[in-house]
């Protein structure tokens, strides 16, 4: 049996294996070794998780350097559960995409695919802020290759949006990292927690790094380059943004702020977070029913979605952590399944309007289902991951006295109920004349309905994702 | 061993049957119906058993793990007994109904799938053994339904699928307001006979709170004014689904949850003490009289029907809401018994529409004498929704006015007398002008030897005679009487 | 089998029986056997009345049916029960000979005596509605077994009526019986005399039972329907289903137990108003079972008036409550005879030996009614005079009882005159059956008045000179009075102007029909058209809607501008700096 | 003033000038630029920051940092670049193609 920390050191070695040898490979190979890749790497994940439930918190200095000249990777339950969710969510995107793509896309999205899974997956392991600024560039510039990967005007202009917007996102969380390691000499988050103090610096710092992680995530008002870039990219393209790349940037802030920020700043900011989060809310959620596009009201909803995350900043206690983590997982499932299905939709009936969808509903039944069930996670209706996240959340409002946030969790699931069923509705009236549907191979109206199923498995068993994520929570 | 898997097989022999028939082609007649008729009667003799076993003060409880704090708990006590007979023997027939009704018709498989995780909900709202899972079960329900009511895939029935999904939703967000406040205070809300908040009654506010929030909440489903406004529009549905959603699945599930919410979660001194109960019992009082007022002004047959459920269901609510055993009973009984009047009278309304293309109340003259089965067990359930003994509504009524006796509000028997009478305005005159008035042109002869196809007038039949029974002998041990006055006596246990 | 069993097989016969003719006649195939065999069904009714039953208890039953109680008043309720059904119908066999909706009228007839025979059998209060109501329900079907316009009228005065009746009946049960759910109806005066809403119960039962008495002012269903059912149907209607009504009293009321003599003095008032204004309307009327059912109005007046004395006077009670049935067998009996006689004279014809058979029967009929001496009328009314002796009642009484008897002679004398002229004078073959059914009635009722069930021993004084003569004068009094009348008539052409039958209801009617009519004005309405529900301009709620998403989309465009950005991302920073530094 | 505080501060103030520039202008190219120029300001800082202490060895992490920084900022930049000359061409040909040219959003030339 291999040891932990070997488990992580392969946990990011195997995509990137599987990446630079599928470009070596000739066509015909690609799909071989991305799947071989894939599948260690869901094994190393794995295994990485079952180590992490059983003997706790795993830990590798890389080279030997310990810290604070070297790097730190480190996998809590969060990371364990980070890591699964992308081993899982992510291959199942590809399935789609390899039949939804043409042929040399194909050969392109593999190998990309595989490469940003390395960087997340370093991302998620990495305890040193400066190595989660280079794990989140590798991101951004693995998504923007991956969104222009058709080569066409649409995917160029969101890809270049996106890079455009990323950027100056980084950048600022580079300069607040470059201040707290003025003050304080370390980049390992755990030595930071213990170091860091109130202070202007420390604001200044908090504050860059903040605003920098908020617009590459992105949060009310930064959000507009969400819709266009969504709508722009491919849309597997879109279901991997939407599902684990934009949760990178927001893992990080999650983690600095949780573990690094939250003592030693003010509670007023942590509100201000939540305020903008709940504005998101309401912003994403009415607009996503203004929408005519199909694929636009998805990715509102994203924004709506994003806005309830960051209710965790104004609790921040245990339970409002594991609810948010929650949130992000089973919103990575759902969103990934209703994106993978929109899809499909696309691709049977040709048409990107909301009222493509009419009469599908008996032609695409499984697509139907994931969207479906999707659509419930995304409100909050049990049984789903989404309703466990928002009990969670919903409770630490309670618990913690600040019930207006309750309302918004509430209210927002009310607005989600309205654009979810705006869009399933229609799917049940008859197919208008005229319309043929192109049938699509089974593979990909299996995997929105694998993903939604996860989703749906997230509200069956919870005690299995909260159990993991307790390991090496520290408040 | 066969206590812990008992509860949890009652469910899944609805959940499973429901998922394989999704999977069905829509060919695959036979096999559906067989698997349909084949889940039906697998739980209604697990849920005999379960019932025997009850009676004899055994413990069923199924225990699964689900938050770190909170498990899934599905327990068999002498209540959810009680809503477990009824939608097992209503399922039973409504399975057979609409096996009949829906005969040619298209997407069969979606429906049947739907139809049983409809029940399948309802059976883990019956069984649910804490708020939590009561609360997962509800909104499955609703989900479960959805489908069911926009069925016929008009404009009309989106239509009345938004409105459902605008009203359960909305009610829903209230339930489960309420729900976190109860779980933020205690931490674990188990149903437990008298009460589970005991230990922090002295958190007045935010009981009470969390008590409008429920009931609120439930109230949605219950149909109390003003939160009926779905259940007439949710008429467009084919008529066992409505049949199902009157009787047994939606509208009982909230009568079911604000009663598990006043005994099992506060206990009854605990809202007594409150003071809230007065109000709930007024709020089911008027809507008891504008159900009744509103259904006499329908033109429609179903839509008569429905507001007659808005008046009937709050009956229940008025049982538990009153401050007494008899009441209680009274209230308890009427769950099953209005549950088994009503889904006859849809059934009546759905053959008279399928054999006859007759939906409006105007149009039944003489129908007696072409369909005099139906239209028997149309008047056996329309006497017995009046209180005319010896059918079930009359022991319903009977103990629902001497309960409101007991507890000191002689105005709710003129409630509830005047609702009679009110019911007796609607009913009458359909039961007069079917038996006893000429048709206005004769109506074409059946073509089958029997008034209409026996996979429809059998359950119709079945569930009127059931009607009778149940009130005919409601002296006996087991009928839905005795058990509900097992049931009470253990909750006023001193 | 042991005598005990017997007995009690005798109680579940006499209900049971007509209950399993009811189902068989409603089967198609079985319907010729069950219709043969209905007239019978009154048969064991009748037995048990003659012998004695057994009490039975049935706990699963409703909510744990007793019946049969081995009391009085429940044998003579179920002997004259037994007769009157008996023979109406055996009459209604050759009655409905070529009626097309036979098995319709024989369905109802037989549920109704099921529910007739529970009343009288029933002996706690759950049970005793359940058959009450099932009584009143099914007769509804008696009453508008024609089907004509008049009928459906008649039925709805009356189920209108009767729902108003059973309301009160329930409220005044849910006050008696409280929590213990059900009680025997032994218990029930006591209970009531006991409970501290003794005056409140008390009220409503006597309303509630009125409606079926046809008390003063609960009368109007009467006249109504009487006239519009078939002579079987009206016969038991007036000759024992009214009197479920006063059974109901005897059985409720705290007779014996409670002294309330306001309650009991209204009631003496409005069972004397009764007797004279049911006369007085019943004389305006044209058609003669009209002018049967005012008699009935107005002899039930006595009844009432005799409960009323028993209210106020509770040592007297038993001695009024015997002549309450003295009564009660007199006037079934008797009022039958008339009603099936309007039936049978027709048929027969007023010529011949039956038209003369007939017409001695119903004048002696009518005698009875009227309280000629030597007959059961003239019984009756002695007892009654003798019972309110004993209960220290107004000098006046006997008086304005006299006086009434003048008013019954008189409406009977009306009676005779509306049927007979009317009739053809040869009458249409195949009247036997229903002459022989009649005539055997005839029988009954004179061997009644020789071997009465109750009331034995008044039988003496019936032949005293006294009550001879106190009989006699207000039977001669009305048919000089009738003389007069007729004879003026010879002289000068006269009518009566008629009252419409049902009198006060017509003015009720007037004020709640528009309400109704308004209540349910919707019902009526055609639904709109498919169309009409998508089209038309947007709603409100609608407009509004898209302007503020509207709104939204602006507001949204206007953040996606680049600089907007730039700005939003410091404005965030400083705030965030801003809620730091402060 | 200390140099390296200087030396921090005129970082900070490339960023900001750099921060200005990335959203001040529509051309993606200017953009690209603005984003370079933002990008080594940060690394100023960085290197600034090496310095601690008046005497004594410089700190080597940043200058890890700024390495590896500079190689991030290349690649990006080489990227964004690589992707505006392609949608120029792109937007070229469609001009082309059709007269006249389809209306087209974003920020591009």
Same mark, same amino acid.
């Given at each position: 049996?291999?040891?932990?920390?070997?488990?992580?050191?392969?946990?990011?070695?195997?995509?990137?294996?599987?990446?630079?040898?599928?470009?070596?490979?000739?066509?015909?190979?690609?799909?071989?070794?991305?799947?071989?890749?894939?599948?260690?790497?869901?094994?190393?994940?794995?295994?990485?998780?079952?180590?992490?439930?059983?003997?706790?918190?795993?830990?590798?200095?890389?080279?030997?350097?310990?810290?604070?000249?070297?790097?730190?990777?480190?996998?809590?339950?969060?990371?364990?559960?980070?890591?699964?969710?992308?081993?899982?969510?992510?291959?199942?995107?590809?399935?789609?995409?390899?039949?939804?793509?043409?042929?040399?896309?194909?050969?392109?999205?593999?190998?990309?695919?595989?490469?940003?899974?390395?960087?997340?997956?370093?991302?998620?392991?990495?305890?040193?802020?400066?190595?989660?600024?280079?794990?989140?560039?590798?991101?951004?510039?693995?998504?923007?290759?991956?969104?222009?990967?058709?080569?066409?005007?649409?995917?160029?202009?969101?890809?270049?949006?996106?890079?455009?917007?990323?950027?100056?996102?980084?950048?600022?969380?580079?300069?607040?990292?470059?201040?707290?390691?003025?003050?304080?000499?370390?980049?390992?988050?755990?030595?930071?927690?213990?170091?860091?103090?109130?202070?202007?610096?420390? #604001?200044?710092?908090?504050?860059?790094?903040?605003?920098?992680?908020?617009?590459?995530?992105?949060?009310?008002?930064?959000?507009?380059?969400?819709?266009?870039?969504?709508?722009?990219?491919?849309?597997?393209?879109?279901?991997?943004?939407?599902?684990?790349? *934009?949760?990178?940037?927001?893992?990080?802030?999650?983690?600095?702020?949780?573990?690094?920020?939250?003592?030693?700043?003010?509670?007023?900011?942590?509100?201000?977070?939540?305020?903008?989060?709940?504005?998101?809310?309401?912003?994403?959620?009415?607009?996503?029913?203004?929408?005519?596009?199909?694929?636009?009201?998805?990715?509102?909803?994203?924004?709506?979605?994003?806005?309830?995350?960051?209710?965790?900043?104004?609790?921040?206690?245990?339970?409002?952590?594991?609810?948010?983590?929650?949130?992000?997982?089973?919103?990575?499932?759902?969103?990934?399944?209703?994106?993978?299905?929109?899809?499909?939709?696309?691709?049977?009936?040709?048409?990107?309007?909301?009222?493509?969808?009419?009469?599908?509903?008996?032609?695409?039944?499984?697509?139907?289902?994931?969207?479906?069930?999707?659509?419930?996670?995304?409100?909050?209706?049990?049984?789903?991951?989404?309703?466990?996240?928002?009990?969670?959340?919903?409770?630490?409002?309670?618990?913690?006295?600040?019930?207006?946030?309750?309302?918004?969790?509430?209210?927002?699931?009310?607005?989600?109920?309205?654009?979810?069923?705006?869009?399933?509705?229609?799917?049940?009236?008859? /197919?208008?004349?005229?319309?043929?549907?192109?049938?699509?191979?089974?593979?990909?109206?299996?995997?929105?309905?694998?993903?939604?199923?996860?989703?749906?498995?997230?509200?069956?068993?919870?005690?299995?994702?909260?159990?993991?994520?307790?390991?090496?929570?520290?408040? | 061993?066969?206590?812990?898997?008992?509860? &949890?097989?009652?469910?899944?022999?609805?959940?499973?049957?429901?998922?394989?028939?999704?999977?069905?082609?829509?060919?695959?007649?036979?096999?559906?119906?067989?698997?349909?008729?084949?889940?039906?009667?697998?739980? /209604?003799?697990?849920?005999?058993?379960?019932?025997?076993?009850?009676?004899? %003060?055994?413990?069923?409880?199924?225990?699964?793990?689900?938050?770190?704090?909170?498990?899934?708990?599905?327990?068999?006590?002498?209540?959810?007994?009680?809503?477990?007979?009824?939608?097992?023997?209503?399922?039973?027939?409504?399975?057979?109904?609409?096996?009949?009704?829906?005969?040619?018709?298209?997407?069969?498989?979606?429906?049947?799938?739907?139809?049983?995780?409809?029940?399948?909900?309802?059976?883990?709202?019956?069984?649910?053994?804490?708020?939590?899972?009561?609360?997962?079960?509800?909104?499955?329900?609703?989900?479960?339904?959805?489908?069911?009511?926009?069925?016929?895939?008009?404009?009309?029935?989106?239509?009345?699928?938004?409105?459902?999904?605008?009203?359960?939703?909305?009610?829903?967000?209230?339930?489960?307001?309420?729900?976190?406040?109860?779980?933020?205070?205690?931490?674990?809300?188990?149903?437990?006979?008298?009460?589970?908040?005991?230990?922090?009654?002295?958190?007045?506010?935010?009981?009470?709170?969390?008590?409008?929030?429920?009931?609120?909440?439930?109230?949605?489903?219950?149909?109390?004014?003003?939160?009926?406004? #779905?259940?007439?529009?949710?008429?467009?549905?084919?008529?066992?689904?409505?049949?199902?959603?009157?009787?047994?699945?939606?509208?009982?599930?909230?009568?079911?949850?604000?009663?598990?919410?006043?005994?099992?979660?506060?206990?009854?001194?605990?809202?007594?003490?409150?003071?809230?109960?007065?109000?709930?019992?007024?709020?089911?009082?008027?809507?008891?009289?504008?159900?009744?007022?509103?259904?006499?002004?329908?033109?429609?047959?179903?839509?008569?029907?429905?507001?007659?459920?808005?008046?009937?269901? =709050?009956?229940?609510?008025?049982?538990?809401?009153?401050?007494?055993?008899?009441?209680?009973?009274?209230?308890?009984?009427?769950?099953?018994?209005?549950?088994?009047?009503?889904?006859?009278?849809?059934?009546?309304?759905?053959?008279?529409?399928?054999?006859?293309?007759?939906?409006?109340?105007?149009?039944?003259?003489?129908?007696?004498?072409?369909?005099?089965?139906?239209?028997?067990?149309?008047?056996?359930?329309?006497?017995?929704?009046?209180?005319?003994?010896?059918?079930?509504?009359?022991?319903?009524?009977?103990?629902?006015?001497?309960?409101?006796?007991?507890?000191?509000?002689?105005?709710?028997?003129?409630?509830?007398?005047?609702?009679?009478?009110?019911?007796?305005?609607?009913?009458?005159?359909?039961?007069?002008?079917?038996?006893?008035?000429?048709?206005?042109?004769?109506?074409?002869?059946?073509?089958?030897?029997?008034?209409?196809?026996?996979?429809?007038?059998?359950?119709?039949?079945?569930?009127?005679?059931?009607?009778?029974?149940?009130?005919?002998?409601? %002296?006996?041990?087991?009928?839905?009487?005795?058990?509900?006055?097992?049931?009470?006596?253990?909750?006023?246990?001193? | 089998?042991?005598?005990?069993?017997?007995?009690?097989?005798?109680?579940?016969?006499?209900?049971?029986?007509?209950?399993?003719?009811?189902?068989?006649?409603?089967?198609?195939?079985?319907?010729?056997?069950?219709?043969?065999?209905?007239?019978?069904?009154?048969?064991?009714?009748?037995?048990?009345?003659? %012998?004695?039953?057994?009490?039975?208890?049935?706990?699963?039953?409703?909510?744990?049916?007793?019946?049969?109680?081995?009391?009085?008043?429940?044998?003579?309720?179920?002997?004259?029960?037994?007769?009157?059904? /008996?023979?109406?119908?055996?009459?209604?066999?050759?009655?409905?000979?070529?009626?097309?909706?036979?098995?319709?009228?024989?369905?109802?007839?037989?549920?109704?005596?099921?529910?007739?025979?529970?009343?009288?059998?029933?002996?706690?209060?759950?049970?005793?509605?359940?058959?009450?109501?099932?009584?009143?329900?099914?007769?509804?079907?008696?009453?508008?077994?024609?089907?004509?316009?008049?009928?459906?009228?008649?039925?709805?005065?009356?189920?209108?009526?009767?729902?108003?009746?059973?309301?009160?009946?329930?409220?005044?049960?849910?006050?008696?019986?409280?929590?213990?759910?059900?009680?025997?109806?032994?218990?029930?005066?006591?209970?009531?005399?006991?409970?501290?809403?003794?005056?409140?119960?008390?009220?409503?039962?006597?309303?509630?039972?009125?409606?079926?008495?046809?008390?003063?002012?609960?009368?109007?269903?009467?006249?109504?329907?009487?006239?519009?059912?078939?002579?079987?149907? *009206?016969?038991?209607?007036?000759?024992?289903?009214?009197?479920?009504?006063?059974?109901?009293?005897?059985?409720?009321?705290?007779?014996?137990?409670?002294?309330?003599?306001?309650?009991?003095?209204?009631?003496?008032?409005?069972?004397?108003?009764?007797?004279?204004?049911?006369?007085?309307?019943?004389?305006?009327?044209?058609?003669?079972?009209?002018?049967?059912?005012?008699?009935?109005?107005?002899?039930?007046?006595?009844?009432?008036?005799?409960?009323?004395?028993?209210?106020?006077?509770?040592?007297?009670?038993?001695?009024?409550?015997?002549?309450?049935?003295?009564?009660?067998?007199?006037?079934?009996?008797?009022?039958?005879?008339?009603?099936?006689?309007?039936?049978?004279?027709?048929?027969?014809?007023?010529?011949?030996?039956?038209?003369?058979?007939?017409?001695?029967?119903?004048?002696?009929?009518?005698?009875?009614?009227?309280?000629?001496?030597?007959?059961?009328?003239?019984?009756?009314?002695?007892?009654?005079?003798?019972?309110?002796?004993?209960?220290?009642?107004?000098?006046?009484?006997?008086?304005?009882?006299?006086?009434?008897?003048?008013?019954?002679?008189?409406?009977?004398?009306?009676?005779?005159?509306?049927?007979?002229?009317?009739?053809?004078?040869?009458?249409?073959?195949?009247?036997?059956?229903?002459?022989?059914?009649?005539?055997?009635?005839?029988?009954?009722?004179?061997?009644?008045?020789?071997?009465?069930?109750?009331?034995?021993?008044?039988?003496?004084?019936?032949?005293?000179?006294?009550?001879?003569?106190?009989?006699?004068?207000?039977?001669?009094?009305?048919?000089?009075?009738?003389?007069?009348? #007729?004879?003026?008539?010879?002289?000068?052409?006269?009518?009566?102007?008629?009252?419409?039958?049902?009198?006060?209801?017509?003015?009720?009617?007037?004020?709640?029909?528009?309400?109704?009519?308004?209540?349910?004005?919707?019902?009526?309405?055609?639904?709109?058209?498919?169309?009409?529900?998508?089209?038309?301009?947007?709603?409100?709620? =609608?407009?509004?809607?898209?302007?503020?998403?509207?709104?939204?989309?602006?507001?949204?465009?206007?953040?996606?501008?680049?600089?907007?950005?730039?700005?939003?991302?410091? &404005?965030?920073?400083?705030?965030?700096?801003?809620?730091?530094?402060? | 003033?200390?140099?390296?505080?200087?030396?921090?501060? *005129?970082?900070?103030?490339?960023?900001?000038?750099?921060?200005?520039?990335?959203?001040?202008?529509?051309?993606?190219?200017?953009?690209?630029?603005?984003?370079?120029?933002?990008?080594?300001?940060?690394?100023?800082?960085?290197?600034?920051?090496?310095?601690?202490?008046?005497?004594?060895?410089?700190?080597?992490?940043?200058?890890?940092?700024?390495?590896?920084?500079?190689?991030?900022?290349?690649?990006?930049?080489?990227?964004?670049?690589?992707?505006?000359?392609?949608?120029?061409?792109?937007? =070229?040909?469609?001009?082309?193609?059709?007269?006249?040219?389809?209306?087209?959003?974003?920020?591009?030339?």
């Amino acid at each position: 049996m291999m040891g932990g920390t070997a488990l992580m050191a392969w946990s990011v070695a195997l995509p990137l294996i599987g990446a630079v040898l599928s470009l070596l490979v000739g066509r015909a190979g690609v799909r071989l070794v991305a799947g071989v890749a894939s599948v260690a790497t869901l094994i190393a994940s794995s295994l990485v998780a079952w180590e992490v439930s059983t003997q706790g918190v795993l830990r590798q200095q890389l080279g030997g350097w310990g810290a604070p000249l070297g790097i730190e990777w480190r996998a809590d339950g969060l990371a364990a559960l980070m890591l699964l969710t992308i081993a899982v969510v992510g291959p199942l995107i590809s399935v789609h995409a390899l039949d939804h793509l043409g042929d040399r896309e194909d050969r392109e999205f593999l190998p990309l695919w595989l490469f940003i899974w390395c960087a997340l997956n370093a991302l998620v392991l990495s305890a040193d802020a400066f190595n989660l600024y280079v794990t989140l560039e590798l991101t951004t510039l693995g998504a923007v290759s991956l969104i222009v990967v058709r080569r066409d005007l649409p995917g160029l202009d969101a890809g270049l949006r996106y890079l455009l917007f990323a950027l100056p996102g980084s950048l600022c969380y580079l300069l607040g990292i470059a201040f707290l390691y003025g003050a304080y000499a370390t980049l390992d988050v755990g030595m930071l927690a213990q170091r860091v103090q109130s202070g202007p610096v420390t #604001w200044v710092a908090a504050g860059l790094v903040t605003v920098g992680l908020c617009l590459k995530t992105p949060l009310f008002p930064l959000h507009v380059w969400l819709p266009p870039t969504y709508t722009g990219a491919p849309t597997p393209v879109t279901a991997l943004l939407s599902a684990l790349i *934009s949760k990178g940037s927001f893992y990080v802030l999650l983690r600095l702020w949780l573990e690094v920020f939250a003592p030693v700043l003010d509670a007023e900011v942590g509100q201000l977070l939540g305020l903008l989060g709940a504005v998101a809310v309401l912003w994403g959620s009415v607009l996503a029913l203004s929408q005519t596009q199909l694929k636009r009201v998805v990715a509102y909803s994203s924004v709506a979605q994003i806005g309830y995350m960051f209710l965790v900043f104004p609790m921040a206690t245990s339970g409002a952590r594991a609810g948010v983590i929650y949130l992000v997982v089973s919103h990575a499932a759902a969103k990934a399944s209703m994106f993978v299905a929109v899809g499909n939709i696309h691709q049977a009936v040709g048409i990107t309007e909301l009222g493509g969808v009419q009469g599908l509903a008996y032609r695409m039944p499984f697509t139907f289902l994931a969207m479906a069930l999707g659509g419930i996670s995304l409100i909050g209706i049990p049984p789903s991951g989404g309703f466990i996240a928002k009990w969670l959340l919903l409770n630490e409002s309670i618990g913690t006295q600040q019930w207006w946030w309750a309302l918004v969790l509430l209210g927002g699931s009310l607005l989600a109920a309205a654009y979810v069923f705006r869009i399933l509705r229609g799917s049940f009236l008859p /197919l208008p004349p005229g319309v043929t549907v192109r049938s699509i191979p089974l593979g990909n109206e299996l995997a929105p309905l694998a993903l939604a199923l996860i989703a749906l498995l997230l509200g069956l068993v919870p005690w299995f994702p909260l159990d993991l994520l307790a390991v090496g929570a520290s408040r | 061993m066969m206590n812990t898997w008992l509860p &949890l097989s009652v469910l899944l022999s609805s959940l499973l049957p429901g998922l394989i028939i999704f999977l069905l082609a829509e060919e695959q007649r036979r096999t559906r119906t067989v698997l349909n008729l084949l889940a039906a009667v697998t739980k /209604l003799l697990l849920t005999a058993v379960m019932a025997w076993g009850v009676f004899q %003060g055994r413990q069923y409880e199924t225990r699964l793990p689900f938050f770190p704090k909170a498990d899934l708990v599905l327990r068999a006590d002498s209540f959810s007994l009680l809503f477990i007979t009824l939608s097992a023997v209503l399922w039973f027939v409504t399975t057979i109904y609409a096996v009949g009704y829906l005969e040619g018709t298209d997407h069969r498989s979606r429906f049947f799938g739907f139809f049983s995780l409809c029940v399948a909900s309802t059976m883990g709202i019956a069984l649910a053994g804490n708020l939590l899972t009561f609360f997962l079960f509800y909104e499955m329900l609703t989900l479960s339904t959805y489908p069911l009511v926009i069925h016929r895939g008009t404009p009309e029935a989106l239509r009345a699928g938004n409105v459902y999904l605008r009203y359960t939703l909305s009610g829903a967000t209230l339930l489960l307001a309420g729900v976190v406040l109860l779980y933020s205070l205690t931490g674990s809300v188990e149903f437990t006979e008298r009460g589970a908040l005991g230990a922090v009654a002295s958190h007045r506010t935010e009981l009470v709170v969390a008590f409008v929030l429920l009931i609120a909440g439930l109230g949605v489903k219950t149909a109390l004014v003003p939160l009926h406004g #779905w259940l007439p529009v949710a008429m467009v549905a084919p008529a066992p689904v409505s049949a199902l959603l009157h009787a047994v699945a939606v509208v009982k599930a909230g009568a079911f949850g604000i009663t598990r919410i006043i005994y099992d979660v506060y206990g009854v001194y605990l809202v007594h003490d409150l003071g809230v109960m007065q109000p709930l019992a007024i709020v089911a009082a008027i809507t008891i009289l504008y159900g009744s007022v509103r259904a006499l002004q329908q033109g429609d047959l179903k839509k008569r029907l429905a507001y007659s459920t808005v008046s009937q269901v =709050a009956y229940i609510v008025l049982g538990v809401s009153l401050f007494g055993t008899v009441s209680t009973i009274g209230g308890l009984v009427h769950l099953v018994h209005q549950g088994v009047m009503k889904i006859t009278l849809f059934f009546c309304a759905g053959n008279f529409a399928e054999e006859l293309h007759v939906h409006r109340v105007s149009e039944l003259r003489g129908v007696g004498r072409r369909m005099p089965l139906t239209t028997g067990a149309f008047t056996i359930a329309a006497l017995g929704m009046i209180g005319i003994p010896p059918i079930a509504g009359f022991i319903s009524k009977w103990y629902l006015g001497i309960g409101a006796l007991e507890a000191h509000q002689p105005w709710m028997v003129v409630v509830l007398l005047t609702s009679s009478l009110l019911n007796a305005g609607y009913f009458l005159p359909i039961v007069y002008s079917a038996w006893f008035q000429a048709p206005r042109e004769e109506w074409k002869p059946s073509t089958r030897g029997w008034e209409i196809g026996l996979l429809l007038l059998l359950p119709t039949v079945a569930t009127a005679v059931l009607s009778l029974a149940a009130g005919l002998f409601a %002296g006996a041990e087991l009928s839905p009487l005795g058990w509900t006055r097992l049931i009470t006596e253990r909750e006023f246990r001193p | 089998m042991s005598g005990h069993d017997l007995a009690s097989l005798a109680v579940i016969a006499a209900l049971c029986v007509p209950l399993v003719l009811t189902v068989v006649v409603m089967i198609p195939v079985l319907r010729g056997i069950g219709m043969a065999l209905a007239p019978w069904a009154a048969l064991p009714a009748l037995g048990l009345g003659l %012998g004695t039953g057994a009490s039975v208890h049935w706990k699963p039953v409703l909510l744990g049916m007793r019946l049969y109680a081995p009391d009085e008043v429940t044998r003579t309720y179920l002997l004259f029960t037994g007769i009157l059904w /008996l023979f109406s119908g055996l009459f209604a066999r050759g009655y409905l000979r070529e009626d097309s909706r036979r098995a319709s009228f024989w369905g109802f007839f037989l549920a109704t005596l099921a529910g007739n025979v529970g009343a009288v059998l029933a002996q706690d209060v759950a049970s005793f509605y359940l058959f009450f109501a099932m009584m009143t329900f099914c007769a509804y079907g008696l009453v508008v077994h024609e089907r004509t316009e008049a009928a459906a009228r008649a039925g709805r005065v009356y189920i209108i009526m009767a729902l108003l009746g059973e309301v009160l009946l329930l409220a005044a049960f849910f006050l008696t019986v409280g929590t213990r759910i059900n009680l025997s109806l032994a218990e029930v005066p006591r209970v009531v005399a006991e409970s501290s809403s003794r005056e409140v119960i008390c009220v409503l039962i006597l309303g509630g039972f009125g409606v079926k008495v046809g008390a003063l002012l609960l009368h109007m269903w009467l006249p109504l329907a009487h006239p519009v059912a078939p002579a079987p149907g *009206s016969a038991v209607l007036s000759g024992t289903i009214i009197k479920v009504g006063v059974l109901g009293w005897l059985r409720f009321l705290p007779l014996g137990h409670a002294s309330l003599p306001t309650l009991g003095t209204v009631c003496v008032a409005a069972g004397l108003t009764a007797a004279f204004y049911g006369v007085a309307v019943g004389l305006t009327q044209r058609e003669a079972k009209t002018v049967l059912a005012y008699s009935s109005i107005s002899q039930m007046g006595f009844l009432t008036l005799a409960v009323g004395l028993a209210l106020g006077a509770p040592e007297a009670a038993p001695v009024l409550i015997g002549a309450v049935l003295v009564y009660a067998v007199h006037h079934s009996l008797a009022k039958g005879l008339l009603f099936l006689g309007t039936g049978l004279l027709p048929a027969t014809g007023r010529k011949g030996w039956r038209g003369v058979l007939v017409l001695v029967g119903l004048t002696w009929s009518a005698l009875e009614i009227a309280g000629a001496p030597l007959t059961s009328g003239a019984l009756a009314k002695l007892a009654l005079k003798s019972a309110e002796a004993a209960a220290h009642a107004s000098e006046a009484l006997p008086t304005l009882l006299s006086l009434a008897a003048v008013g019954s002679t008189l409406i009977m004398a009306r009676f005779l005159e509306r049927t007979v002229p009317k009739a053809p004078e040869q009458g249409s073959p195949g009247a036997g059956g229903m002459l022989l059914a009649w005539v055997l009635l005839l029988v009954v009722d004179t061997a009644l008045l020789l071997w009465p069930p109750v009331g034995r021993e008044e039988l003496p004084h019936l032949l005293e000179s006294k009550s001879l003569v106190s009989a006699a004068w207000p039977v001669v009094a009305g048919v000089l009075l009738t003389g007069l009348v #007729w004879r003026s008539r010879r002289w000068r052409s006269w009518r009566v102007p008629e009252i419409p039958p049902g009198d006060v209801l017509w003015p009720m009617a007037r004020v709640l029909l528009p309400g109704w009519r308004l209540l349910t004005a919707d019902a009526d309405r055609e639904p709109p058209q498919q169309e009409d529900i998508g089209e038309g301009p947007p709603s409100r709620f =609608a407009r509004f809607r898209r302007a503020s998403l509207d709104e939204f989309e602006n507001a949204e465009e206007g953040l996606s501008q680049l600089s907007h950005v730039g700005l939003a991302l410091l &404005l965030f920073l400083g705030v965030f700096l801003l809620l730091l530094v402060r | 003033m200390n140099p390296w505080a200087v030396y921090a501060l *005129s970082g900070v103030a490339m960023f900001s000038v750099g921060l200005v520039g990335l959203f001040s202008h529509q051309h993606v190219v200017k953009r690209i630029l603005a984003s370079n120029i933002a990008g080594s300001g940060v690394l100023i800082v960085l290197v600034a920051l090496a310095r601690r202490a008046p005497s004594g060895v410089p700190d080597p992490v940043p200058h890890a940092l700024v390495l590896t920084g500079i190689v991030v900022s290349v690649s990006s930049t080489a990227l964004g670049v690589a992707l505006a000359r392609r949608m120029a061409r792109l937007r =070229a040909d469609a001009a082309r193609a059709s007269e006249p040219p389809p209306g087209s959003g974003g920020e591009g030339p």
